[in-house]
Structure formats: structure tokens, C-alpha cells
């Protein structure tokens, strides 16, 4: 069975930290591209981070660009979200996604396709 389980969300101050995890199941994640994608209450569905899994590139939304860091453990068939210096508009679902034949990270950022999405971990940051 495919299935994409986020994992590590929560609440946290302004400027802390959070790492988001994305465990992979029935499919290698290596071999796709991974997006974190997030979902602010009344807003649209935005894509965060991409990376490839053919030649490890990655993609940042302008917003999170030097804040977040997306990366992926192989062994662990895990992709993960470092986010530091969380901003109170950071506040979303962040949801994970995987798709096999996107056509670079950034179309996968900007939701070209995807094949597979996991269930949503929020993420509140707020004093």
C-alpha cells in the first residue's frame, strides 16, 4: 500500500524550530520528486520546498528561502523539513507530496502533478 505519513508538526514560538518529517511506504522515495507543500487557514494550497530525487536539487519559496532546509534520508526512506526561524505566517498545514515524472523541482513546487500526498501535520507558530 502507497501511503506518505507526515510526521512532527506543532506549536512553537516565533523564532523556534520545528523538523517535519515524511516517511514513504509501499514506493522509494529516492526515485521520485518530494515536495512540502503548505495550506494557511482561508488560503490556497502553496508548494515550500521540492527535491529531486535524480539529482538531489532543491527549491525554496521565496518566503522560506534560508529558514528551511529540505533533505532526504535514503536508509529511512524519509524526506524531512528543518524550519528555523519560524515566522507566525509560517502557520499552515504542511502537507507532503510525491510525484515520479515532474519536470524539475520547481514545477513540482508550483504543482505541476502529483502522485501521491500524505494526510497534513499542522504547524502554529504564535506568542
Known amino acids: 500500500q502507497v501511503q506518505l505519513v507526515e510526521s512532527g508538526g506543532g506549536s512553537v514560538q516565533p523564532g523556534g524550530s520545528l523538523r517535519l518529517s515524511c516517511a514513504a511506504s509501499?514506493?522509494?522515495?529516492?526515485?521520485?520528486?518530494i515536495g512540502w507543500f503548505r495550506q494557511a487557514p482561508g488560503k490556497g494550497r502553496e508548494g515550500v520546498s521540492c527535491?529531486?530525487?535524480?539529482?538531489?536539487?532543491?527549491y525554496y519559496v521565496d518566503s522560506v528561502r534560508g529558514r528551511f532546509t529540505i533533505s532526504r534520508d535514503s536508509a529511512k526512506n524519509t524526506v524531512y523539513l528543518q524550519m528555523n526561524s519560524l515566522k507566525p505566517e509560517d502557520t499552515a498545514v504542511y502537507y507532503c507530496?510525491?510525484?515520479?515524472?515532474?519536470?524539475?523541482?520547481?514545477?513540482?513546487?508550483?504543482?505541476?502533478?502529483?502522485?501521491?500526498w500524505g494526510q497534513g501535520t499542522p504547524v502554529t507558530v504564535s506568542s
Open positions: 507530496a510525491a510525484d515520479f515524472y515532474a519536470p524539475g523541482v520547481q514545477a513540482m513546487c508550483a504543482g505541476y502533478h502529483v502522485d501521491y
Open positions: 509501499g514506493f522509494t522515495l529516492a526515485n521520485y520528486y
Open positions: 527535491i529531486s530525487g535524480h539529482d538531489n536539487g532543491t
